[in-house]
């Protein structure tokens, strides 16, 4: 989960120091040959830039707007994951009937509850193209951890365990007819919920679209200092690179809400959200917190999660 | 519930006096520098504010939308919790026939219901991290409180003792299979809602970009004076100071809508639509509405809940 | 239902001719000042307004927007009460098998119809804080009209007559398990949508943003004829009169949309809506349109419902 | 459904062309008099229509965004029914099990997927307020079409028809409890689908909001000549009339956008779909598709239906 | 799925070269005529292509967003056809319980399942009017495949196929009566994203929408030049390809994200997404992926598909 902080300046600007510096260098160079070389310069009427900014104003907004979709539709699937194991692990709870405490219902219930953790775990890794093994050693039994060793995608084999065990559930009558339709039902919207990050994942945003606002970025920045110069003398180059460094951050943060499981500080925290899932289902299993293994990893990268750029 | 009043202008104003205070001092300064110091102020023409003024309008157009969006959906998370209150003691009401009015089945009656109300006051505490004691004193067993007591998330194990409940009402014959399966639905609803409340409340709105916006209306402020007091003279101060409170305004408002759940008083109105459920819900368990309790209750935060900024 | 018609232009005009008067009077008043007593005026240059007219401009669009979308679904809610309705009425008609012309199930399916109609007059009232009792009169039997007389919430103590019938039904054998979870899940769509009815009536759209948008009018509308006198003349008073007309006009149409249950000609004509939805059911059941009650109450209201400002 | 063909160029204009007469002759007449007569006209500035065509723009995009929804949910409507009809045809024909080739089972399945088709047709006419008597007497048997000849809802008449056939499917036990529910879920989307067209159909836009952008757009246009005179002379004429004209364009087509059922060449396919759906039930039914029906009513419109205008 | 790569600026400027082209020349004859043959030109004031570029650039933000939708609803589509498909082989291989390793039961697994697959591949080619043979032969039985060989819709085929083989199931009792229904459920599923496909296909986006854009753009770029010369000389011919291309470019993005199945580069990649899913049904039926089936396909294509303009 993302904490709340006052973000650093230096953190805002270094995204884009780069493109500044080379800004400043460019003004100066531009006030530089103007004012000492005499050199007569363009004269550029202040209506251009206008226009442009208009323009480039609404297509970015067309853009964030597109962009904050897919990460706010990127998270809601993730809140969908929290929710639907929560209703998982109260149906394996509340629909194997073990009042009188049978200790092999008892065990099915925490190897499936187990097992849920490790999904969403799995799905959090693969997403990010990167391996879930820590997390599948933990959760899962050996022999199930091996038979999905080899698969090139584990959700969809842990899924198809969950829907084996839901069978098994009702050959044994622990669970009703209309119990597994329901639990099944539920791993329907597992199922929704992962194509759902697969697709985000998978579907560039339109190329050429980001291609050509950026080039009319580009283009309305070498502009800006013509059109300035008159106006503010030496003042125009922090105003040139006041106004451009605006349009850079709103673009690189288009850019970077777009693609929410690139394994990048800005993604949706599907790793703390995975843990959440643990904390909670643990919960459920009446089971204690493994505090040693959490506390930890939480610091890991607690410094990396602060901002969404 | 909001209630419908003019807003008395001071309660606006009161919002952005800081800001206010601080403009009408600059551009007082500008003023005073320009006019009676001589000293020759930067010309800005007026084309550079209408640039800015226009790009930070489309800004805080997609930024108040989006924080809109949030506060809609957190009203509406609130609203299906409302719905599926009511469902769900139709359901208790209904599918559990006491009508020989066998006093064990009224008590489960009474005892879920009740629940239910206790769920949704500590849900609306959970999300403000606030304590739901008094509630749950109030409407729980001394028994089920104190094995929530403990609990780090107290409305996801009442959800968890819901269920228990409706195992115990199939075994026992009360609800057939089918009705088990229905009200389960309804507890799958529930969690939905809970989950959707907890991604609004623990998702930042992207941060930079909330930053960036107001860089550049302090930007857009600061440049305003140099523009308006050519054309103004000494009128430029009022307005300098009208136009940026406008777009303070909006800003501010943009931030109290994006986060629904912080104990301000422009919050989702979760203590009073909790009051309402229980109610509702009271009607339906034909008991006496508790009119003492729940007077004083309203009375105390009844200046506060006024206004939406 | 709306009808469609020429909207005469008075009507129009007369909802904003206070303001249209103040500000013939305000403009003519600077004319004569500014020529016939040649008192210099501030000159305001043209690209100011063109600033506020732009931000008001997107403001304004916002607003509409998210008024309009209350009140689409507003309307979209009511629409989903007349397919529910009709879905209710269809499944009452069509489990309870009475082929064989049982007087008993006869009576209990116009009951729970007839219910279902009284329970969209009485929702269409509750919203506007009005009395349902002539239609309750006419459709519900006495005793049941007496057992609600009193409640703080008619449609909901309906809804719990409509859940107690479902339940006689299944002890009765008249419907099978299915179909009573079946229809209860009919009853929650019309739980759904009687909340999210009141959501909308008892969620205030925010204040400050319609407060802070009607300042910013009045202020554009100030400055107008300042920067158009130059160029007209005398006739910048009715150029003032139309442009400022405009804004007004847009403002007052959100502040319509955005209330749809308060008893005014533009409101969601729920009272409209509950008459077919009576017309249809009464069609399902077979019964005679009762001519001599529904004529003359169309005829009633027929001259204000024309409009949707 | 529509066809791709190029829009001839006259198609287009055909649309606008008494505006465009007008048009034409006011800037003439304008031209005239300013430059033969030398009558000193007013002259306004450029600005005035620059802030007029950015607002009327921006609540032209509004207005068009809400008739391209309106339009679009129409067409989704329709689509749902497609599915839903295939669905239920899919559904008549594999839950019912008349593999041993039962000829009142196949009797009986014709019947309803017939009837289906006719409830297609019934709709689409019913939505243009038209009588759909040829494709019932086509679809229908003679007894059912005389008993839905007097209702004022045939739709909601066949649907009835449609679920008395369930139940008395479900009482000769050729369908189960189950599959009876879930075909009866299939009747409800169907009449969701019915309501949300006759939701559009009878909703009017806000009428005062088209009515005063029309009025905005003439005024803008009654003023574009002064502005353009000055610089253009004699090309001012074709100038004004090609700007306008394009603001009159987008207007018609929101305006056509909007009411999608009202018997326009730009109307929601529905016929086509309608008899698309008869092509596809037919195929399930393996019956032989009626060309000599089919084939000359597709031409009969096929001129009519090539533009959304 | 979409490979991301860097765009060579050769491709995007390939798409708009033509139009690059005739631009410069055209620039250039007005340049050489201004300059060289001292004709006195029209000259524009610069706020004319300013007022055109606002409303261009509202209504290209419009259509932009309305072609993205389309866009994203046919992959949103297509993701839960993946989702759906996943599901129907979770269902079929958990509720057919062949523990025991029954032939017959396998069989069946296996036809089902394959049958899934070649419905997506035969859903793929129908969309784009192609012949899905080669799929159809690998995957279908021979007798199922001249089943469907002369029907117009064969997906639709398939999918009666399917229903009749859940009516077997349960007829031999391998499912029972609420599986039958559940899986049902998920036909009924499939038929929505075939519909929704088929709807997105037949739809053109209003043509004189489209086409009322296009004027407009070509008309400010003719304007562009007269505008420009007197500030940039002959710099104004790459100022006028320059930003008339931008407008060009966003104007054929939204062309080409409007029609997603035209067997473009640019479509939604269903060949790809079939294949995926063939993989993993495939893994789900624990077979042998078919090397040397899959890789050759995709390297056939994979110069095409990187971009989506």
Redesign the interface.
């Known amino acids: 989960?993302?904490l709340?902080k006052n973000?650093p300046v230096s953190y805002?600007l270094g995204?884009i120091k780069v493109e500044m510096a080379l800004l400043a260098l460019y003004s100066t160079t531009v006030y530089v040959v103007h004012t000492y070389y005499h050199i007569p310069l363009?004269?550029?009427?202040?209506?251009?830039?206008?226009?442009?900014?208009?323009?480039i104003?609404?297509?970015l907004?067309?853009r964030?707007?597109?962009a904050?979709n897919r990460?706010w539709e990127a998270?809601?699937l993730w809140?969908?994951i929290?929710?639907?194991s929560?209703?998982f692990a109260?149906?394996v709870?509340?629909?194997i009937?073990n009042?009188y405490d049978d200790a092999d219902k008892k065990a099915m219930k925490e190897r499936m509850i187990k097992r849920q953790m490790a999904w969403c775990h799995s799905l959090s890794q693969h997403l990010r193209g990167q391996s879930a093994q820590p997390e599948l050693k933990r959760l899962l039994s050996d022999e199930e951890r091996q038979s999905v060793a080899d698969?090139?995608?584990i959700p969809?084999?842990l899924?198809?365990h969950h829907?084996?065990d839901?069978?098994l559930l009702q050959?044994m009558n622990w669970i009703?007819?209309?119990?597994?339709?329901?639990m099944?039902?539920?791993?329907?919207r597992f199922?929704?919920s992962?194509?759902?990050c697969?697709?985000i994942k998978?579907?560039?945003f339109?190329?050429?679209?980001s291609?050509?606002i950026h080039?009319?970025v580009l283009?309305f920045v070498m502009l800006l200092p013509y059109t300035?110069i008159e106006?503010?003398?030496v003042?125009q180059i922090p105003l040139v690179v006041?106004?451009s460094s605006?349009f850079f951050?709103?673009e690189k943060?288009a850019i970077h809400?777009q693609d929410p499981f690139e394994n990048k500080p800005t993604d949706t925290p599907t790793t703390t959200i995975s843990r959440n899932i643990e904390?909670?289902l643990k919960?459920?299993l009446k089971d204690e917190s493994p505090a040693e293994v959490d506390r930890p990893a939480i610091t890991v990268n607690s410094t990396s999660v602060y901002?969404?750029?």
Chains 1, 2, 3, 4, 5 share one sequence.
Do not use: C
């Not at 009703?176 to 329901?182: G, P, T």
């Open positions: 989960m993302l709340k973000v805002v995204k363009v004269s550029i009427p202040v209506a251009v830039p206008s226009i442009l900014g208009t323009v104003s609404l297509l907004a067309f964030s707007n597109q904050y990460w998270r809601t809140g969908a929290v929710n639907d929560r209703s109260r149906q709870l509340s629909f009937d009042t698969v090139h995608h969809l084999a899924m198809e829907a084996n839901l069978r050959r009703n007819d209309y119990q597994q339709v329901a099944d039902d539920t791993l329907t199922s929704n992962m194509g759902g697969e697709r998978n579907t560039v339109p190329v050429t679209y291609f050509y080039i009319m283009f300035l106006f503010f003398g003042f006041a106004i605006s951050l709103i943060m809400l904390r909670d919960m459920l901002y969404v750029l």
